[in-house]
């Protein structure tokens, strides 16, 4: 299983199965984080508590039994 869903893992035979993290909703997080920090609305708490889903991206690499 590959990571990152790096485009070649679709071009290898069999196409390797990979794992796509959110990059988008945790590089908008990082900025909304960023941006209370530098206003003084920062809370700790809630910087600790942010959670991300991976997508596991099935190809021809892995096989349902």
Same mark, same amino acid.
């Given at each position: 299983? $590959?990571?990152?869903? &790096?485009? #070649?893992? #679709?071009? =290898? +035979?069999? %196409? @390797?199965?990979?794992?796509?993290?959110?990059?988008? #909703?945790? !590089?908008? !997080? !990082? /900025?909304? *984080?960023? /941006?209370? %920090?530098?206003? $003084?609305? &920062?809370?700790? #708490?809630? +910087?600790? %508590? @942010?959670?991300?889903?991976? =997508?596991?991206?099935?190809? *021809?690499?892995?096989?349902?039994?």
């Amino acid at each position: 299983v $590959g990571y990152d869903n &790096d485009p #070649a893992a #679709a071009l =290898m +035979r069999p %196409s @390797l199965t990979t794992i796509e993290r959110p990059n988008e #909703a945790m !590089a908008y !997080a !990082a /900025v909304e *984080q960023l /941006v209370a %920090s530098l206003v $003084g609305e &920062d809370d700790a #708490a809630e +910087r600790n %508590s @942010l959670v991300f889903t991976p =997508m596991l991206i099935e190809r *021809q690499s892995t096989k349902r039994i």
